[in-house]
């Protein structure tokens, strides 16, 4: 019977050589065996592998072979070029708004306030950029009604996630930025002002929706110094945590020569919708009562124009009602609300996909202004507010120029309420409110003829 000869390869050596040494000879020649193994498994092929004998040549045909990709770097997409030949070149001026919060601090609380920024920004580097923003901030405290006004201006970096993960695309419809900054407030209460920093962090969804027009949605987290509250007597963490939210738009310099972002032809660009559905108040109250008890009517007109086959913005005007209270002999107290909104639509089966449908899933959120008018038994809680909504519809086309959608949405409506104080000579206590308020609707959309 013939023996099978034994093929020695070179990558086999140092092993054969380190396990003939002695003990403490194989403990200092470790470090160097190894680094023979890898370099010679590193620089050999499959093929290779196959001709001499290591692998069995048919264990590699049609199959994944993950030596094929051993020792490579991590993918990444190529870059489109970058353009930066004079200042204006990847420069962007933008506006925001929204709301922001300040976390409870015991014995204050302040209620949700409106914050603006106005600035501009500039990006040098693919993935690197530079924002700078006029801004402010307003909060009335609870117990006294005391309104905090800040002013300032924020300096912050940015970084373009998507660039880095998938390759600098100016076309892009959609980006995330993380956004890190350091903020300068003058902050003033009852004729005291007071100098405050910040550190803050976010988030920027930055939508393409034209050529030189971007939609954007930001929230973020900010750390201030204890002088925003103007509570450095009681407040023991001398610091305190904002949290809220903004959109805004911004227009974009292109560079010279530079179609940018071509607008798509979209024949269906604008839209009219009609929506009716019921609506509760989410609360404690809501809750002893019951939400079937607590339901009321909401109904909604909107126009909107599509800008890209992803987003589209649209401003409906609404009427709603609901029970927020009820008494033991059954009588329920009622609030009435009446307001537009502004609010981006994303659609998320287009992003996917590519292309619209006839089946879609947009994604709405944007600021709600409205007034409410709060019934109570021995009078009426009247005051204009500034809150947020968000919502989500389920459309499909029955009709080239008719849909019919479900929308779930919800909104959060501030408002205050003053009540005589108990002690003398101090005055109206004024506490903030929050109306959590859920509605479900449906509705039906007219394509109109394209405004442009």
């Given amino acids: 019977m013939a023996r099978r000869r034994m093929k020695y390869d070179g990558w086999l050596l140092p092993v054969l050589l380190l396990a003939m040494l002695p003990a403490r000879a194989q403990q200092d020649s470790v470090r160097v065996a190894e680094t023979l193994v890898a370099d010679s498994v590193a620089t050999m092929t499959p093929d290779s592998l196959a001709a001499e004998g290591v692998v069995d040549s ?3 045909e049609g199959k994944f072979n993950a030596l094929r990709y051993s020792m490579q770097k991590r993918y990444r997409p190529k870059d489109e070029p970058f353009v930066s030949g004079s200042f204006w070149d990847n420069t962007f001026v ?6 922001e919060k300040l976390v409870p601090r015991e014995p204050l609380s302040f209620g949700l306030g409106p914050v603006f920024r106005l600035g501009a920004g500039k990006w040098w580097r693919p993935y690197h950029g530079v924002r700078v923003a006029l801004a402010g901030e307003f909060f009335v405290r609870d117990h006294d009604s005391e309104k905090v ?20 695309k100016p076309g892009r419809f959609l980006e995330v930025w993380t956004v890190e900054g350091l903020g300068y407030r003058y902050s003033s209460l ?5 100098h405050v920093v910040d550190l803050h962090v976010g988030l920027n969804l930055n ?34 945590v904002g949290y809220g939210g903004m959109v805004g738009l911004a227009y974009r310099f292109l560079p010279s020569g530079d179609a940018g972002v071509v607008r798509e032809a979209v024949p269906d660009a604008s839209f009219l919708s009609v929506a009716v559905g019921q609506q509760f108040q989410y609360s404690d109250l809501v809750r002893d009562m019951g939400i079937g008890n607590s339901l009321g009517t909401h109904v909604g ?3 909107g124009k599509w800008f890209t086959r992803h987003f589209a913005m649209r401003v409906s005007c609404f009427m709603s009602s609901d029970k927020w209270r009820q008494y033991q002999d059954g009588s329920k107290d009622k609030t009435r609300y009446l307001g537009l909104r502004l609010e981006g639509m994303l659609d998320l ?10 089946f879609s899933l947009p994604l709405m959120f944007g600021p709600e202004i ?14 204009a507010y500034l809150g947020i909504t968000g919502g989500m519809q389920l459309k499909y086309r029955v009709l080239e120029s008719m849909s019919l959608f479900l929308e779930p949405r919800y909104s959060l409506v501030p408002y205050s309420h003053s009540v005589a104080s108990e002690v003398e000579g101090r005055g109206d206590i004024r506490t903030n409110y929050y109306d959590d308020v859920f509605n479900f609707n449906i509705g039906v959309e007219f394509t109109l003829m394209d405004f442009r």
């Fill in 58 to 60: 048919t264990m590699l």
């Fill in 94 to 99: 933008f506006a925001g708004g929204g709301v």
């Fill in 149 to 168: 006004s800040n002013f300032g201006v924020d300096v912050e970096h940015l970084f373009n996630l998507n660039a880095y993960l998938g390759g600098y």
């Fill in 190 to 194: 009852a004729g005291e002002g007071k």
């Fill in 207 to 240: 939508m393409r929706i034209g050529e030189r027009m971007d939609f954007f949605v930001e929230p973020r987290v900010t750390f201030y110094s204890d002088a925003v509250d103007h509570s450095a007597d009681v407040n023991w963490h001398r610091y305190d």
């Fill in 301 to 303: 007109v909107a126009l």
């Fill in 349 to 358: 089966c287009a992003l996917v996909r590519g292309q619209r449908g006839n």
């Fill in 370 to 383: 409205g007034s409410i008018n709060k019934a109570e038994r021995d009078g009426h809680i009247r005051h």
